[in-house]
Each structure stands twice: as structure tokens, then as C-alpha cells.
């Protein structure tokens, strides 16, 4: 049974406003969320989930030096990213040389798009119960979502393709994407700018048209289960309501105090999509 953790149950006037901004999602009109681990479970039957990285790193169809590089990389870098002596402006160029490093390793690897498919149907990766409600509601209600990741794009359109269904007329991803030839072999990453997990704010989706697309859109639902992931509506100026809900995976008593001040609504521990499904079914009527 997941946990709900309201900020606003914490003082009367933060109770109200959660509680306004949960009667304004009446009239949602945007989603953007991050992937792995957000959309994606964290864990299945007590075996940890892979995320879009690691579905290729865990995979057997790929080779060995990719995976020892990979790890290699990982060795170095992630202490960096989790170290709290440095400042987030000093990180980003090891983020990006962590980022580029990798990518030139995947290159190396003659990836296909057949072999691509077979990884993500062999991995671990796995989306969150309910997700296939939540897209098909969306997509009924003609509401954009849009998914925004450090990780490899093709990896999330591929595993959302086979655990549930991908609607292209609302649902749209923004990550590192893969590029291919005619014959369907990787030659490389699509377009010049890496995402890396401390530029979701500034990559190019928010010098594109997205946001003004959805302009008239005022009520937005953002999901990540990291504080990076509240950087990912910047471009959203526009927003008068912004309903934040926060996935806390593990690490709940050391984390719960910061999620509690930074997300409207933390959900702790819990594997699907249900309190999310839950209040859409509620506030937006939807009898099935
Ligand atoms: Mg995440």
C-alpha cells in the first residue's frame, strides 16, 4: 500500500493550497514527467529494475567492452555526480564528459534497430502497473505528455511499445536518441546536444516550439523522482497551475524532508501509477 506523504498536511494554509492545486487538476491539460525510475518501476519482486542505461549494460546481446566501459565511466563519474561538496556548475562538465565518453563507446558497437528491440525485451526494464491506463487516458483526453530523460530515447519508446502502447499524437520524448541508417545500423547519437541529468532545464526542447505549442495549456502535472526532475517545466512560463508529484523510491527517511518541501505530493515506495491513475479517475470523472 503506498504511502502518500501531502506537503500540505504539514500546516492548515499548505493543506488548502494542495488541495486547490488537486481541484485544479480537474482541468489538466499538460503532463511532463520524467522516465526512468518516474515512469518506470524502481524495483519488481525485489530484484532492482534496469534503467534505460543499464538495459543496455546488463544486456547480453552486447559486447564486453561495452559493458566494461560502461562500467569503467560509471566508476568514475557517478561519484562525482553524487558528491556533496560540488557545486551543480562544476559537475555539469564531468556530467557531459561522462555522457560524450559513453556515447562514443555505444557507437563502437554496431547496434542495430532488430538488436535494439531484442534488448529491451530480454531487460529488466519495466514500466510502473497502471501505465498503460494512464497513456490511453491521455491520449482519449487529447492531453500532451511529454517525457523527458538523460537516458537513451530509443530505449523508452521501445519498452513503452512492448509493456504498453505509445499514442504519437500526444506523447512525445525528449533524450538522447540514437540515429540510424537505411539499414537500420546505429551511426551515431541525432542532433548536436546531449541531455545529461542536470541540464533537463536548458536542453533544446525548451528553445523549440513545445512549450508554445501548449501555451493555452495552463494546468500542468510534472512526475520525477529527483530534484533535478522539478527543473523540467522551466520553459513553462505560462503555467498558473503546476501540480508537482514526487516518486521516493528508496532512501525514505534520509530523503522524505527535502521531497516533502519540494514536491506537492511525495508517493513512497510504490510501484505503479495508481495514486496518480486514482486522482485522474476522481477529479476528472472518468467511470473506467
Ligand atoms: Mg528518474
Redesign the pocket.
Known sequence: MPIINYRSLQTLTGHCQSIWKIIRFALLRTVVA?????LSKYCENGRICSTTHSVLEESKFMPDFYKEEAKKLKDTYMPIEFDPTKTVAEKIPKMIEWWTKGHKVLEACQLTRDTLQHIVADSHARLRNGCQWFFDKLHQLEIPILIFSAGIGDVIHETITQQSSFHSENMKIVANFLQFDEMGKMTGFAGDEIIHTFNKNENAIHSSDYFFNIKHRENLLLM???LG?LKMAEGADHVECFLKIGFLNFKVEENLPQYSQSFDIVILEDESLDVVNGMMRAILDLSS
Open positions: 520524467d522516465f526512468d525510475r518516474t520525477g523522482d529527483s526532475d
